[in-house]
């Protein structure tokens, strides 16, 4: 049943739909011309678009037209929900409200979406951002820099079809700049294709870059807890909208300072989705994001001598002669089979003929061992 209709706003007459995209009020929070298009059908319905600024226990907040300018509206966000928990509704959504009602109709296609795997045996999938065009990953200088991890959220963020950042927050920290030269290197080893700009809220450096890099679009900022996301947002946004909590001096973790996904507007243009700090970040159907986050090794793949080379020991290996002459750090290539590794396992997990094939491959290779043992001469269970 329809929810009751928004409290506390004044129904107003919704844009009407010829009104160029440029021109629409939404347009500050990326309305273009496609999801316009999009869009029509819902029109002739005489719903109004909105995009999804904050969902919260079955709640959402959008920003919806009203006269030349936006207003903000609540609904109920169980309205629209199917039984796939990605296909839920999530911050960064374009919806068709109806603002006589009180609900939403329906959700516009996504463009991009950042999903992660739960921490659920049932292998589902958490969607924490939709319609993204830079995934920023706040990564720490204040700790050891983690390679391993900054490759995890690279290949979420290239699956999600957004452009991945990379940026080391609290530079400051690090005074020596041979040492930051250093620690900027490492990482750009890890991210193949992607900028990776140190920044500090503390003396500014980087923040007027970075500022012009996310200019008009959408953009998710991640990382884990005492990433210094909040202060990073509040810098960004031009006012301290998010709440700063000092990180352990002992590990450089920091408590959820952010609880929701929030979409607000940033000063100069676009709009900024801040979210809670991640602890876990499971790969999710990411098979082409780890192609993309280790592209080097799929270069090189291709020059093997065998077309389905593990890599490991085959003669011809180009992959492995690569890690001999220094030009592969080997660091990448483990850290390379553990996320194919985990992916393929979550897949086993929601895909009962690929789990078949798994099973049947292991019991080749149970049947071979035990076929080696015999010739040796061992006795076998």
């Known amino acids: 049943m329809p929810g009751p209709p928004f409290e506390g706003f004044p129904l107003t007459l919704s844009v009407p739909s010829s009104l160029p995209a440029s021109s629409h009020p939404l347009a500050a929070y990326g309305w273009d011309e496609d999801f316009a298009k999009s869009f029509a059908p819902h029109a002739r319905q005489g719903l109004t678009p909105g995009r999804i600024t904050r969902v919260d226990r079955g709640r959402c907040d959008l920003a919806v037209p009203d006269g030349p300018g936006v207003r903000t509206v609540s609904a109920d966000a169980a309205l629209v929900a199917t ?4 296909n839920v509704m999530c911050t960064g959504d374009w919806a ?72 080391l927050t609290k530079a400051d920290l690090v005074p020596d700049p041979v040492t930051l030269a250093h620690l900027v290197a490492d990482t750009e080893t890890a991210a193949p294709g992607v900028q990776v700009l140190p920044v500090s809220a503390a003396t500014g450096e980087g923040l007027d870059v970075l500022s012009a890099v996310l200019a008009g679009g959408t953009s998710v900022l991640l990382g884990q807890s005492g990433a210094g996301k909040s202060t990073l947002a509040n810098e960004l946004l031009g006012e301290e909208v998010q709440t700063v909590q000092a990180a352990r001096d002992v590990d450089g973790k920091g408590r959820h300072t952010t609880t929701t996904r929030n979409l607000m507007l940033m000063p100069w243009g676009g709009v900024l989705i801040d979210t809670p700090g991640l602890r876990g970040v499971g790969l999710w159907d990411a098979e082409s994001g780890v192609a993309q986050t280790f592209a080097e090794i799929d270069r090189l793949a291709a020059d093997c001598r065998f077309h389905d080379c593990a890599h490991t020991s085959e003669p011809g290996c180009a992959v492995l002669a ?60």
């Open 322 to 381: 690569a890690i001999a002459d220094g030009s592969l750090p080997e660091r990448r290539l483990d850290s390379y089979r553990k996320l194919l590794r985990e992916n393929q396992r979550l897949a086993a997990r929601s895909d009962a003929r690929l789990r078949a094939e798994m099973r049947r491959d292991w019991k080749q290779r149970q049947a071979l061992g035990r076929h080696m043992l015999e010739r040796k001469g061992r006795p076998t269970r």
């Open 96 to 167: 068709a409200v109806d603002l006589a009602e009180g609900y939403v109709h329906a959700l516009l296609p996504r463009r991009t979406a950042f999903v992660r795997s739960t921490s659920s045996k049932r292998s589902e999938g958490q969607i924490l951002a939709a319609n993204v065009d830079h995934a920023v990953i706040a990564v720490s200088l204040a700790v050891e820099l983690d390679l391993g991890r900054v490759e995890r959220f690279l290949a979420l963020a290239w699956e999600s079809g957004a452009q991945p950042l990379v940026v």
């Open 83 to 86: 039984g796939d928990p990605v």
